[in-house]
């Protein structure tokens, strides 16, 4: 079985309609999806109705709870929360409950995990950044591959048999007697410097897992945000993935 992972959309339909035709080409056998769907980008109602058509499974992302009043947005940036506030009312009822039903956690047929942001506590939204971060986070799920998004940092840390934790570049292969932590990086706003949207493409049969970059038309998501009065942080922010 070969899956395609996506995460982070952010309402980015020039990034979102980019990945799916890449995507359509590579023709995996399934698409599934880490969250936040909407949020920062202009165009969040069309990225719903986009990734449902596409995407198989959709666990929720701090930003489709905070839409859709299920996450405490007090704790998000300025930029973050007047965008999730922007968002809220530009979705209709259906959309809304369609984001409050996502679930936290997916478990694909006993094999691996899918959480948008960590295996321990997938409501709290917190991040993975350090290798002893990654070390705990092992510890609280059995499969033997975790996908998380949440950063926009596309990366990889491997677990070693004899349990030490590193990082595995973008490319890897898994391996029997190993286990994985896989961060698919994202669509919408990539942060990791490379501003084109990530792609993780992970083909079972062989173990091999690919961070696949796509580029698509940032002019045209910027002029989005800055004509729908959004913060212009968020527009600039996509010129650099930062
Ligand atoms: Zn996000």
Known sequence: MKYAIISDIHGNLEALGAALAEIRRISPDKVLCLGDLVGYGASP????????????????????????GLADIRYFNSYARHAVMWTAAQLSREHLAYLAALPLVHVEGARFRLVHATPSDPGQWNYIF?????????????E??????????????????????????????????RRYMIN??????????????????????????????????VA??????????????LAHRLSYGE
């Open 220 to 233: 045209g998501a910027q002029k989005r945000i800055i004509g729908a009065g959004l913060p212009p942080i």
């Open 144 to 177: 033997q591959v975790c996908f998380v998004g949440h950063s926009h940092q596309a990366g990889i840390f491997e677990m070693m048999e004899d349990g030490t934790v590193g990082p595995a570049g973008d490319h890897t292969k898994v391996l029997q007697g």
């Open 130 to 142: 350090t290798r002893e971060q990654a070390r705990a986070e092992f510890e609280a799920f059995d």
């Open 45 to 68: 109602g069309e990225c719903i109705e986009m990734a449902r058509q596409a995407v198989r499974v959709t666990v929720a992302g701090n930003h489709d709870h905070g839409a859709a």
């Open 184 to 217: 698919v990086g994202s669509i919408g706003q990539p942060r990791d410097g490379d501003p084109r949207g990530c792609i993780c493409i992970y083909d079972e049969a062989t173990g091999e897992v690919a961070m696949v970059r796509v580029a698509y038309d």
